[in-house]
């Protein structure tokens, strides 16, 4: 059978079948154009799309009929075979002059076609009441690649496609009071993967987002904050020496194990493998010469008699403890060399501090009950005689010209 003998066959690809443009008797659709030629007249227009496909002139357009367009749908009212209802593919299944479209009560208005898109696009879709269905009381479901929208809308949410692949989207419309079928429409939806969604390495992120591109690291997990994550990157903590020669490739202050206990230190020349750091101030205790913080060295308050727990920075152990009650706290005992735990370090029946500084010992190391300060000379502490520096006497003899000389008595 040649093509120009199969109705069903649009032999010069004009977009009109050749049933249409041969036709037989009294069918209203027939356009007696050439099915051998897709553009009849001549004028540059294929006979589809042709208000006048017989006449290169076009003066059929004088009549409104002809170039009217009721549905928008790029098809001319008297090619349409339905032509007060979009339908720009023309589908007529059982070639009978009325398209699908009018036998549905709704059908899809937007998209009007199957459509094809990229990751990332999103499509409004909108459905229509045909003229069969003005007055019924319609129930809408949605079905997107088999997954059921149950909100029965007539006009879903907009609908954002992440995913490369083709989709089937349908609209079933049924009779709300008989449940009857009254038609389905659907498109098919073409989405392929945009410049921003390739993904070499298959690990869910795309490879302009990818820190390791080609290789698969989903956590995108990068240490240094470099360009490269983990998985790729041959020196994680960016401190100039490579992973595979690393001892510690996850810490940029150590790469050597230099005490051989295998933990990145905190106390790098000594061991400890338990890395304790009680005051968390990057020095491990072990090598801490104040671990618990709290400005009193260890060795002085693990002292004969200090009894201070170097492991607790508060409460009489604290800084601001005063196990004594002098209302010296620990602080301030330590700075002047008293004992905590002593009022009167010196015994001289004087306590090293009091509520009024001036009545506190003035020498809290130097036994002096009497308290005496007789020479005049006075430090930044008020020191008594007991505890100030001798004091050296000098004569100065001008000798001329501005200068002098100093003699030690």
Request: glycine content about 10%; aromatic content about 4%; charged content about 30%.
């Given at each position: 059978?040649?093509?120009?003998?199969?109705?069903?066959?649009?032999?010069?690809?004009?977009?009109?079948?050749?049933?249409?443009?041969?036709?037989?008797?009294?069918?209203?659709?027939?356009?007696?154009?050439?099915?051998?030629?897709?553009?009849?007249?001549?004028?540059?227009?294929?006979?589809?799309?042709?208000?006048?496909?017989?006449?290169?002139?076009?003066?059929?357009?004088?009549?409104?009929?002809?170039?009217?367009?009721?549905?928008?749908?790029?098809?001319?009212?008297?090619?349409?075979?339905?032509?007060?209802?979009?339908?720009?593919?023309?589908?007529?299944?059982?070639?009978?002059?009325?398209?699908?479209?009018?036998?549905?009560?709704?059908?899809?208005?937007?998209?009007?076609?199957?459509?094809?898109?990229?990751?990332?696009?999103?499509?409004?879709?909108?459905?229509?009441?045909?003229?069969?269905?003005?007055?019924?009381?319609?129930?809408?479901?949605?079905?997107?690649?088999?997954?059921?929208?149950?909100?029965?809308?007539?006009?879903?949410?907009?609908?954002?496609?992440?995913?490369a692949g083709v989709f089937n989207i349908s609209l079933k419309v049924t009779d709300a009071v008989s449940g009857d079928s009254l038609g389905e429409d659907a498109r098919e939806i073409t989405v392929i993967a945009g410049l921003g969604d390739q993904d070499e390495d298959e690990d869910g992120v795309?490879?302009?987002?990818?820190?390791?591109?080609?290789?698969?690291?989903?956590?995108?997990?990068?240490?240094?904050?470099?360009?490269?994550?983990?998985?790729?990157?041959?020196?994680?903590?960016?401190?100039?020496?490579?992973?595979?020669?690393?001892?510690?490739?996850?810490?940029?202050?150590?790469?050597?194990?230099?005490?051989?206990?295998?933990?990145?230190?905190?106390?790098?020349?000594?061991?400890?493998?338990?890395?304790?750091?009680?005051?968390?101030?990057?020095?491990?205790?072990?090598?801490?010469?104040?671990?618990?913080?709290?400005?009193?060295?260890?060795?002085?308050?693990?002292?004969?008699?200090?009894?201070?727990?170097?492991?607790?920075?508060?409460?009489?152990?604290?800084?601001?403890?005063?196990?004594?009650?002098?209302?010296?706290?620990?602080?301030?005992?330590?700075?002047?060399?008293?004992?905590?735990?002593?009022?009167?370090?010196?015994?001289?029946?004087?306590?090293?501090?009091?509520?009024?500084?001036?009545?506190?010992?003035?020498?809290?190391?130097?036994?002096?009950?009497?308290?005496?300060?007789?020479?005049?000379?006075?430090?930044?502490?008020?020191?008594?005689?007991?505890?100030?520096?001798?004091?050296?006497?000098?004569?100065?003899?001008?000798?001329?010209?501005?200068?002098?000389?100093?003699?030690?008595?």
């Amino acid at each position: 059978m040649s093509s120009l003998s199969n109705p069903l066959v649009d032999t010069d690809q004009d977009g009109l079948l050749n049933r249409r443009e041969i036709g037989e008797s009294g069918d209203k659709l027939k356009t007696a154009t050439n099915p051998l030629v897709a553009d009849t007249d001549g004028d540059g227009l294929n006979d589809i799309a042709d208000a006048c496909p017989l006449d290169e002139e076009n003066q059929c357009l004088l009549d409104a009929q002809h170039e009217a367009d009721s549905d928008g749908d790029g098809i001319i009212d008297p090619l349409d075979v339905c032509p007060k209802l979009a339908n720009p593919q023309q589908q007529d299944s059982n070639f009978d002059g009325i398209g699908d479209a009018c036998r549905l009560f709704a059908n899809i208005r937007y998209p009007l076609t199957d459509q094809t898109i990229t990751t990332g696009d999103s499509i409004l879709f909108e459905s229509i009441v045909t003229e069969l269905g003005v007055g019924r009381n319609l129930v809408f479901a949605w079905q997107f690649d088999g997954n059921t929208d149950d909100s029965a809308a007539a006009a879903p949410a907009e609908v954002k496609f992440n995913q490369a692949g083709v989709f089937n989207i349908s609209l079933k419309v049924t009779d709300a009071v008989s449940g009857d079928s009254l038609g389905e429409d659907a498109r098919e939806i073409t989405v392929i993967a945009g410049l921003g969604d390739q993904d070499e390495d298959e690990d869910g992120v795309d490879d302009m987002n990818d820190n390791c591109p080609t290789d698969v690291n989903p956590s995108q997990e990068n240490f240094d904050l470099d360009a490269q994550g983990d998985t790729c990157d041959d020196d994680d903590d960016n401190d100039g020496a490579l992973d595979d020669v690393d001892a510690f490739p996850f810490n940029a202050d150590e790469s050597v194990d230099s005490d051989g206990d295998n933990f990145a230190d905190n106390c790098p020349l000594m061991a400890n493998p338990a890395q304790t750091d009680t005051d968390l101030d990057g020095l491990g205790d072990v090598c801490d010469d104040d671990d618990d913080g709290d400005g009193l060295p260890d060795e002085w308050e693990t002292r004969e008699g200090h009894n201070l727990n170097p492991l607790n920075n508060l409460g009489e152990d604290g800084a601001e403890g005063d196990p004594d009650s002098d209302h010296l706290n620990n602080l301030a005992e330590f700075l002047a060399g008293t004992h905590p735990r002593k009022a009167d370090t010196d015994n001289d029946g004087i306590d090293d501090g009091a509520i009024n500084p001036e009545d506190a010992d003035n020498c809290p190391l130097d036994p002096n009950p009497l308290q005496e300060d007789q020479n005049g000379f006075e430090d930044a502490q008020g020191a008594g005689d007991a505890c100030e520096p001798e004091q050296t006497q000098f004569i100065v003899i001008p000798v001329g010209n501005g200068k002098v000389v100093v003699i030690p008595l």
